[in-house]
């Protein structure tokens, strides 16, 4: 799978890029851009990699991506499945930080937008009301020209400056670094998506970027800031919160669908990084 570093081109009528993108499913390519952007999602729901951070999205997540981050939404194998009907819709906006001329976000008046700028570095996940009046306004501009649409983005900067419903998602030292470094990203993102609910094996994800197992070992925690095994682990507790919220499915055949070979080792590490229990999870969410 190539890597892609998207060129943004704003059209010719506008200083900054809003579209709705509607596909069949989102495929899992990892890419980052120079440009800020806002990504909405209307319908699908998978796996989101928002530089070292891993969780489940669904519609109506809204996230707020600083340049240079890279990142990847892969839809469930559900829609991947389904044919070429559109399954996946998204809004995106992207903007760079010289869109309204290189003084703008230097004026007094955007100080504090500054700051949340600074922040979208590491990746928002935007939610509550602030959620839903930055949406409504996406789902506007769509229609909008001009002054009109500008306006509304110059809103959606008013409501990111004053919020606090927001969560960092990835840790400090996400940005990409190189094309090269993209590129093997890509393959070894690529080959736990497939495999994270099989057996992951170091051995063979470190001959995919051709290294050996412990240089392998010692770039992967260089770039995400955790090892490798952590991340599969990370991956597969991830899948198993979404397949605990979807029906009455026992533990045991969670830990089976999300990679684990007994439950016993499933609880484990399902408390080590959640803080709690598969069931009390599923209650305190049920509640």
Same mark, same amino acid.
């Given at each position: ?65 600083g340049p240079g981050l890279p990142h990847l939404y892969r839809c469930d194998e559900t829609y991947c499945k389904a044919g070429e009907n559109t399954n996946a819709v998204s809004i995106v906006i992207q903007f760079s930080e010289q ?44 229609d909008l020209r001009g002054l009109e649409k500008l306006i509304h983005l110059l809103s959606i900067f008013n409501i990111l400056t004053h919020t606090k419903e927001y969560v960092a998602l990835s840790k400090p030292g996400s940005i ?30 470190? +001959? ?5 197992? @412990?240089? =392998?070992? &010692?770039? $992967? #925690? %260089?770039? !995400?800031?955790?090892?490798? *095994? ?26 089976? +669908? ?5 439950? @016993?080792? =499933?609880? &484990?590490? $399902? #408390? %080590?990084? !959640?803080?709690?229990?598969? *069931? ?8």
């Amino acid at each position: 799978m190539k890597p892609i570093i998207y060129k943004v081109s704003p059209a010719s009528e506008s200083s900054f890029n809003i579209r709705e993108v509607r596909l069949p499913y989102f495929d899992a390519t990892w890419h980052f851009h120079e440009e800020f952007e806002l990504v909405l999602i209307r319908q699908s729901s998978g796996k989101r990699l928002i530089g070292n951070h891993i969780s489940n999205y669904e519609p109506g997540n809204l996230c707020f991506l600083g340049p240079g981050l890279p990142h990847l939404y892969r839809c469930d194998e559900t829609y991947c499945k389904a044919g070429e009907n559109t399954n996946a819709v998204s809004i995106v906006i992207q903007f760079s930080e010289q869109f309204l001329g290189e003084p703008f976000f230097n004026t007094p008046e955007m100080e504090i937008t500054r700051r949340i700028m600074e922040k979208a570095l590491l990746g928002l996940h935007i939610y509550g009301d602030s959620r839903n009046l930055i949406a409504t306004k996406m789902v506007e501009m769509l229609d909008l020209r001009g002054l009109e649409k500008l306006i509304h983005l110059l809103s959606i900067f008013n409501i990111l400056t004053h919020t606090k419903e927001y969560v960092a998602l990835s840790k400090p030292g996400s940005i990409a670094n190189s094309i090269k470094d993209t590129e093997r990203m890509n393959v070894i993102y690529d080959y736990v998506l497939q495999n994270y609910r099989k057996t992951v094996s170091l051995k063979e994800v470190a +001959k995919r970027v051709n290294m050996s197992t @412990s240089a =392998f070992s &010692r770039y $992967f #925690k %260089l770039r !995400t800031k955790k090892n490798f *095994l952590l991340f599969v682990t990370e991956m597969r507790i991830s899948h198993s919160c979404k397949l605990l919220l979807e029906g009455d499915v026992t533990i045991a055949l969670i830990s089976v +669908k999300s990679g684990f070979n007994n439950v @016993s080792n =499933f609880n &484990r590490h $399902f #408390k %080590l990084i !959640t803080g709690t229990s598969p *069931l009390k999870y599923k209650q305190e969410c049920n509640d």
